[in-house]
């Protein structure tokens, strides 16, 4: 039964039918506080990214302009990795809206994202975010009046923990900084990943 609009699972599959967590890795990303990794070892390309505390959509398009596109990965029911399950606070197996896209400039990968949407958070934002398509998220989430950052991680992650078929488009050369924020929104709580890639970092 497909309540308040939303989407039904893709091809008919049941939520268990669903083969990988993931199109962009391989493994779960291992995640640490912002404020940590500050006193330890903070990345200088990276680290004004991380710490954006505004539209990170908002600022790509200041910085691109006409050229800043989004290009859909997936947007599908599924379960999420076990520590998004739990920073959430979701029943183990409860399955989410998970989208991944990356921004880009004209073509060029920038940033790869990856969004867990439960259905109550849908529910609160009029299940506009179910229905994106190419927008980016970010647009949504920041017009957004209460939007509140509940918290920010940070992870470094090595070339093996992407998917064989994105090391092409992603050019990850060495390790790729992200971060994670959980986002109140609504009835509810969003969590979103952003990895920031070397056409973004080092730029020719």
Known sequence: MKAYG?????YNLTPSALPIRSL??????QWVPAHVL????????AGSWIEESGSLTARLRRIYGGGFGVKVLGQRW???????IRILGLAWQRHTLVREVLLQDRGQALV?????????????MQCRLAHLGNRPLGELLFAYPRL?????????IEPSHWRPDCLGELAPQGEIWGRRSVYAV????????EFFLPALITPT
């Open 24 to 29: 962009l890795f391989q493994r779960e990303p």
């Open 6 to 10: 939303l989407p039904s699972h893709p």
């Open 78 to 84: 599924n379960k999420p990795y076990p520590d998004e």
């Open 148 to 156: 509140a950052r509940l918290s920010l991680e940070v992870s470094r």
């Open 186 to 193: 609504a009835s509810g709580q969003i969590l979103v990943c």
């Open 38 to 45: 500050k006193h330890a070892y903070a990345p200088t390309a």
């Open 112 to 124: 790869a994202a990856r969004s867990i949407i439960p259905r109550e958070a849908l529910r609160g």
